[in-house]
């Protein structure tokens, strides 16, 4: 790997293939989730190196705002786990037959 550019996180470079890289440190892995009913295995999770999330502090003047914010995150995520819900486990996401 062609290295192009390293500060003390992240090291830009190319790859044998000519496609540009990024190569983060272990221990830079950020990971948000949650946790099934036992404790030991993620249910979700959000995932990555050189994650960022920013909240636009400026809209976010009160805990009612917040709270808004926070529900339509949720409903964000809960359409996501429908649709892949609905693709992979179709039997699963239908109403019972009567």
Excluded: C, W
Excluded at 54 to 79: P, R
Excluded at 83 to 93: G, T
């Amino acid at each position: 790997m062609e290295q192009i550019e390293k500060n003390d996180n992240v090291i830009l470079g190319r790859n044998e293939k000519g496609e540009d890289t990024i190569t983060f440190r272990v221990q830079d892995l950020i990971t948000y989730g949650v946790l099934g009913y036992d404790g030991n295995e993620f249910m979700a999770a959000i995932s990555g190196y050189g994650l960022n999330i920013a909240f636009n502090m400026k809209l976010i003047n009160s805990l009612a705002d917040a709270e808004a914010m926070a529900d339509s995150m949720a409903n964000v995520f809960y359409e996501a786990l429908m649709h892949q819900l609905i693709a992979q486990k179709r039997d699963f996401a239908k109403p019972p037959e009567r």
